[in-house]
């Protein structure tokens, strides 16, 4: 029988052009890196990584780790989501742990209260006309930090041309500065009860898997989304369809600058406090999070869906080596080798693609 039938205008149907979707391989590593941790947790702890051995909970599964997992990667998961996008555009943002640490100093100093066991509040950096603010002054600070950050990167890779690399890392850098001279270094601290609800519990896990949702939505039902996938594909093709290339970029890096100040506002009330130091790195677990979710450097491909997979890998990998009692070094080293070879492999199937295009 041929592997080929007749279709509509002479087409033809090629079964062996046919391909497993990009997540299902994600997901098959996801649960290939559970086995693995399985079977060595089996081996020299005695014990199972994500079920239940002891018979401590009512479910199969030990509840209080996989708690642990999905909490540690919703924070850095929502600033994947932005990322996700602006590398579906063929460009990068180094900048987004930088600007959760700024958008944090900034969002927390409108979140204070006015007084500390009786007297004021020793940490307070305004006067009393901005303490006990409502919980949605510090929510709108963040975002429109974030904003701006975003909104500036857009305009330097849209319109100025530089190269998202260049004016990301700037805005980087820029931005760690700010978060060192908000308080000259000092925390901020003592925030409002209504804010410090926002990070409360699994808020953050619920916060990301309904931007998850929404996003996915976006991406793949509406002109927002196809214009995205359409400009890193090809964006001189996109630019003669009619698309406005330039305007589009500023909304992406904006969304992304958006969601990394969402993150800060969330980090900030569940710590209960802003540090400068706050973000270190965040940009790199954000984009290996896309990158071992099947989103391709490149640019054109990929899928939030994808992205939320690639999370749940870090947060197995970091709970794995906690749970083995491996350093942290080893967790490094072997995400890297991770992000190297997911970037290798959607380099193996582009030119495999295309040969048999």
Known sequence: MSDTSHGTGGLTFDKSKRQ??????????????????????????????LFDSNDRFDSIFNEARLRIIIIQVAIVGIIALG????????GIDLSSGSVLGATAMIAMSFAQIAEVNGGPNPKAIFGPAFLDLPVLVPVLVGLGC????????????????????????????????VAQWWSTGNPVSFPTESYAVIGAGMNPVIIFLGLALLFHLIMNYTIYGKHTYAIGSN??????????VPRHLVLVYAIAGML??????????????AQSGMGLSYELEAIAMAVIGGV?????????????????????ITSGFTFLRLGAYYQEMVLGCIIVSAVALDQWQQKRAAARA
């Open 235 to 244: 964006e001189a093709a996109a630019r003669m369809s009619g698309i406005n």
């Open 83 to 90: 990322v996700t996008q602006v590398i579906i555009t063929a």
């Open 296 to 316: 391709s450097l490149f640019g054109g491909r990929g899928s939030i869906i994808g992205t939320v997979i690639g999370a749940l890998i870090i947060g197995v």
């Open 260 to 273: 990394a100040g969402l993150s800060a506002v969330i980090l900030t009330s569940k710590n209960l406090t």
């Open 20 to 49: 497993w979707p990009n997540e299902l391989n994600v997901l098959g590593a996801l649960f290939l890196i559970i086995a693995i941790f399985e079977a060595l947790g089996a081996i020299f702890m005695g014990q199972s990584l």
């Open 146 to 177: 974030g904003i701006l950050a975003g909104v500036v990167n857009g305009v330097l890779v849209a319109f100025a041309r530089i190269p998202p690399f260049i004016a990301t890392l700037g805005m980087m850098l820029f931005a760690r500065g």
